[in-house]
Every structure is written in C-alpha cells, then in structure tokens.
C-alpha cells in the first residue's frame, strides 16, 4: 500500500492564481481530511470528508473548495490564490466507524503565494 | 473558545527522559492524541488516551487526567532520532481533532 499520498509536494502560485492539491489514499477509508499548518501553529482543519459524495466545513474553509466522487480522492481546490493561504498542507485518512482510529497522513504539499 | 496549551521548546540529553506536558480545554471531549513530526514531515500516530491514567508502549508512555484537563508524553532514554516536535490533539464534541502548536523537542548528544 502506498498509504496517502499528495501531489504536488511543492508549488508557488501568483496571488489570484488557481490550482488543485491532489490527495489519494489506497486503504479504503472512508474519512478524509484537509489540514493547514503554519510555522509554529497546530494543524487547522479545511474541510472533511465521512465518504464519497460527503463533504462539510471544517475551522477555516474561506477560499476552499472540496470534491469526493470516490472512496480514494479528495482533491482540494484553491481559487483565487492569496498571500495569506502560504502554508503547508496535509491530506489524512483514517478507517471510519471508530472514533478512535489514527489518523494517517499524506506527506503534505508545500504551497508559497507571492 | 477551544484551547491546547504545549511548551514550544524543550531540550534534554541523549539517554535521558523528558515529559512534555498539554493542557486543554474544549467543548467536550472524546480522547486525546500525541503525533510526532520530524521537521519536514507528516505527523505520525503516537498514543490515544480516553481514561484517566497511564499508557505504556516501550520507550513512550502518556498519560491523561481528565478532570484537570491534562496529559502528559514521557519519552525514556532518548535517542538523537527523537529529535523531532511532538503534538497534542483532542477529539472534541464533534469528533474532530483540536491540535496544539507542538513542542519541539531538541536532543544533545
């Protein structure tokens, strides 16, 4: 299994520029996640997902936009690029059904807006 | 509002042992989690503590005491490769994750 993996691990956009994070899992889980992180922040959640065709709002989902056609894909979409979304982002899996199930993460994407 | 309060640096020894502690406060709670992250990396899965008490597994054990809203990450003779920042998170009401900064934790030799 590859686990989760996320494309492209770097990118530097123009400010207004749009483009789409890549995130596939090969495990058959139906939870899905998007976090960013800043230097010397926590994680903040974007969006999630329980299972294809579901998505809902996380803690800061201004200038997102999410899809879950299938149980493997989660792309996150960023239109209109600005300053403020330079971060690292973090696409995580995890089984489902019990609460309690670890979250595994992708490597994350590098995202620098200038 | 929710909060997760960890140091944001700590230095030890190689060999020794260092506690690195988190308090919290959110609207409820469902468990309490401790990633590490080498610099550069996706966090991966250290501990889960839902009740009071202790939770060994080898050089790592944490701990959790809910009614003071508190755990705590002992790590026992450290290693270089230990070298990395450690996060706590706390499932909330919702079942989402609540994460703290992270405590960077640096080893010297």
């Known amino acids: 299994n590859a686990g989760v993996t996320q494309t492209p691990k770097f990118r530097i956009l123009k400010i207004g520029q749009s483009m789409t994070l890549q995130c596939t899992q090969d495990?058959?889980?139906?939870?899905m996640y998007w976090y960013r992180q800043d230097p010397g922040m926590g994680l903040k959640l974007i969006y999630y997902s329980v299972g294809a065709g579901i998505t809902d709002k996380g803690e800061v989902p201004n200038g997102y936009n999410v899809s879950r056609s299938t149980t493997e894909d989660f792309p996150l979409r960023l239109e209109l690029a600005a300053p403020s979304q330079t971060s690292v982002y973090f696409c995580?899996?995890?089984?489902?059904?019990?609460?309690?199930?670890?979250?595994?993460f992708g490597p994350g994407t590098r995202l620098t807006v200038l | 509002g929710q909060n997760i309060d960890q140091p944001t640096e700590m230095t030890a020894t190689e060999g020794a042992i260092v506690q690195i502690n988190c308090t919290y406060q959110?609207?409820?709670?469902?468990?309490l989690f401790w990633y590490q992250q080498h610099a550069g990396e996706a966090p991966t899965f250290l501990s889960y503590n839902v009740l009071d008490g202790l939770e060994e597994k080898g050089r790592f054990s944490s701990f959790l005491s809910r009614s003071k809203g508190y755990s705590y990450l002992l790590l026992k003779e450290l290693q270089m490769k230990d070298s990395a920042s450690y996060l706590c998170?706390?499932?909330?009401?919702?079942?989402?994750?609540?994460w703290g900064a992270g405590t960077k934790l640096i080893i010297k030799p």
């Open positions: 959110t609207s409820g709670f469902n468990g």
């Open positions: 998170a706390v499932m909330d009401s919702n079942y989402q994750l609540i």
């Open positions: 495990m058959n889980h139906n939870y």
């Open positions: 995580a899996s995890r089984p489902g059904g019990a609460h309690t199930d670890t979250q595994y």
